[in-house]
């Protein structure tokens, strides 16, 4: 059994409801039991592209999936949620990344963990605090709490 930490995010349609839909499709997944979840934030999209905000939310679950059998997963949430990607970066109707599993360091093509860009994500860090402040990054070797950083773009609804 190990501990996986992801992100979702969503800034197409119901955001809510979206990320509603794939906690509950993520709880329905044999292997995986979610734990805990944050509360939703209302953050400024990151990126280049000119976009709705996001809802953002982190969960917290235990799996006996392997890591590429999780990201399967997220995947196919994000198909069976009609995540239509038109643009790189651009609006989703539903996002799940994969940030820490357990104090494994994956390099893979189609799979980095830690996530790469998650120590300059606030719509990470935030969420991830509220239920993970004493989760070590296995890079940073620093706890969550200790990495976070406030940003009043990332609203606690
Ligand atoms: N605030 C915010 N900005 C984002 N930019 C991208 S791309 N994404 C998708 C996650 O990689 C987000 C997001 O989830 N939240």
Same mark, same amino acid.
């Given at each position: 059994?190990?501990?996986?930490y992801l992100s979702l995010g969503s800034n197409m349609g119901d955001r809510a409801q979206q990320l509603a839909r794939a906690v509950e499709l993520l709880g329905q997944t044999a292997g995986i039991r979610v734990m805990r979840v944050s509360s939703i934030y209302e953050t400024a999209p990151v990126g280049s592209v000119a976009q709705d905000d996001f809802y953002n939310i982190c969960v917290v679950a235990d799996t006996t999936l392997t890591p590429q059998e999780v990201l399967a997963v997220?995947?196919?949430?994000e198909q069976e949620l009609a995540r239509v990607r038109r643009?790189?970066?651009?609006?989703?109707?539903?996002?799940? #990344?994969? =940030?820490?599993? *357990? %104090?494994?360091?994956?390099?893979?093509?189609?799979?980095?963990?830690?996530?790469?860009?998650?120590l300059e994500r606030s719509f990470v860090l935030?969420?991830?605090?509220?239920?993970?402040?004493?989760?070590?990054?296995?890079?940073?070797?620093?706890?969550? #709490?200790? =990495?976070?950083? *406030? %940003?009043p773009e990332v609203r606690k609804l």
């Open positions: 059994m190990t501990t996986i997220c995947q196919s949430i643009i790189h970066w651009g609006p989703r109707t539903i996002d799940l #990344d994969i =940030l820490m599993v *357990d %104090d494994y360091v994956i390099d893979e093509p189609n799979l980095q963990v830690p996530h790469p860009f998650m935030i969420p991830l605090n509220e239920i993970a402040a004493d989760a070590v990054h296995p890079v940073a070797k620093k706890r969550i #709490d200790e =990495l976070v950083y *406030d %940003d």
